[in-house]
Structures are given as C-alpha cells and as structure tokens.
C-alpha cells in the first residue's frame, strides 16, 4: 500500500497562473480531504469530500475547486493563483470505521510569486 | 463555532523527563480526538486517540488523558527521546460525517 499520495512535491507559480494539485490513496477510504498549513499554524481544512460523488467547503475554501474524481482521487485547483496561496497543502483520506483515523500524504509545497 | 486549540506554542524538556502536552475544544459534542506529531517536511502522523466514552488511553510510552467536564485533553510522553522533537496537534474527529478540527500545534524541543 503506497497509502496517500501527493503530486507535486513542489511548485512554483507566477500570480495569475493556474494548476491542479492531485491526491490518490489506495486504502478504499471514503473520506478525503485537502489542508493548507501556513508557517508556524495548524491545518485549516479547504474542502473536503465526505464520499465519492460529494464534496463540501470547509474553513478556507476561497479561490480553491476540488473534484472528486472517483473513489481513490481527489484533485484541488487554483484557477488563478495569488501570493496569499503560498503554503504547504496536504491531503488526507480517512474510513467510516467507529475509530477511523485520518492518514496524510506528504504535502505539497507551493510558492506562487 | 468549534474550534480546538493547545494551550501553548512551545514546550522545551531534557531528554528523560517526561512531557506533557495540552489542548482544549470547545464543541462539547465531540466524541473522537486524535493526537497528531508531525516532523519537519513531512504530513502529520497519528499517535494515539480517543473517544469520549474513556477517561485514559496508554499507548508505547504515550497517554491521552481526556477530561470532559472541561473539555480538555493531555498527551504525555514518558522518557522523552529526542526523537519525539516535533509539533503535536490535537484534532477533533468525526468519521461518519467526514469532518475534522485541528488545533494549532504545539513545538516540542527535547534537550540531549
């Protein structure tokens, strides 16, 4: 099992540009999730989907799309990136299980300029 | 609205001594938590959880304490290793509806 995974790894962009992060996991998990971690600060979740076929905003979902490709993908894009976008995004998947927990891939690093 | 927070940002301790992590939420419906370490580059890393039917849970040299009457929980390290150097957040979970809270980490330093 590769678990979550996460591409890039890094990126830069230029304000203005555009890019898609992917996410995939191979836990058949219901639940995935897409976070951004500012320096020094905890997650703040963007969106989340809760199964295949739906998805929810969460704390910060402005200026971020999220599509719910099937049940192992989950894809967030930045349609115009700002400098205010620059931060570390991980995604996350989690089962249905009483004590499911949440697994996280190792993030990706976006600057935009 | 929910919010789940640590009490501090930084905790510096010598390597053997045990350490105590703290955090406090806010939803008293909250029933799942987890205890995160997530080391420098990487994504955060389960350690140890809890549900609310429980006061105690023990893991390999951690403890999460939870006390619900005022909402807050603890982690405890015993015999600190350098290794455990790493930010430690608590969440909030809610598998059945998808959703989690996270705090804002607190930094631990362990002194050789």
């Known amino acids: 099992n590769a678990g979550v995974t996460q591409t890039p790894k890094f990126q830069v962009l230029k304000t203005g540009q555009s890019m898609t992060l992917q996410c995939a996991q191979d836990m058949n998990h219901n639940s995935m999730y897409w976070y951004r971690q500012d320096p020094g600060m905890g997650l703040r979740l963007i969106y989340y989907?809760?199964?295949?076929?739906?998805?929810d905003k969460g704390e910060v979902p402005n200026g971020y799309n999220v599509s719910r490709l099937n049940k192992r993908e989950f894809s967030l894009r930045l349609e115009s990136a700002a400098p205010s976008q620059t931060s570390v995004y991980f995604c996350?998947?989690?089962?249905?299980?009483?004590?499911?927990?949440?697994?996280f891939g190792p993030g990706t690093r976006l600057t935009v300029l | 609205g929910e919010s789940v927070g640590l009490h501090l940002p930084t905790l510096s301790v010598q390597e053997g001594d045990n350490s105590i992590i703290n955090c406090a939420y806010s939803?008293?419906?909250?029933?799942?938590f987890i205890w995160y370490k997530q080391e420098s580059g990487k994504g955060p890393q389960f350690i140890i959880d809890?549900?609310?039917?429980?006061d105690k849970r023990q893991g390999q040299r951690v403890t999460v304490l939870l006390n619900k009457t005022v909402k807050h929980l603890s982690l405890q390290i015993a015999a600190t290793q350098p290794g455990d150097s790493a930010v430690y957040f608590c969440a909030e979970i809610a598998p059945w509806a998808g959703k989690s809270t996270f705090g804002d980490g607190t930094t631990l330093t362990v002194k050789p």
């Open positions: 939803n008293s419906a909250s029933d799942y």
């Open positions: 989907s809760a199964s295949e076929g739906t998805t």
């Open positions: 996350a998947s989690m089962g249905r299980g009483r004590m499911d927990t949440q697994y």
């Open positions: 809890i549900r609310s039917n429980m």
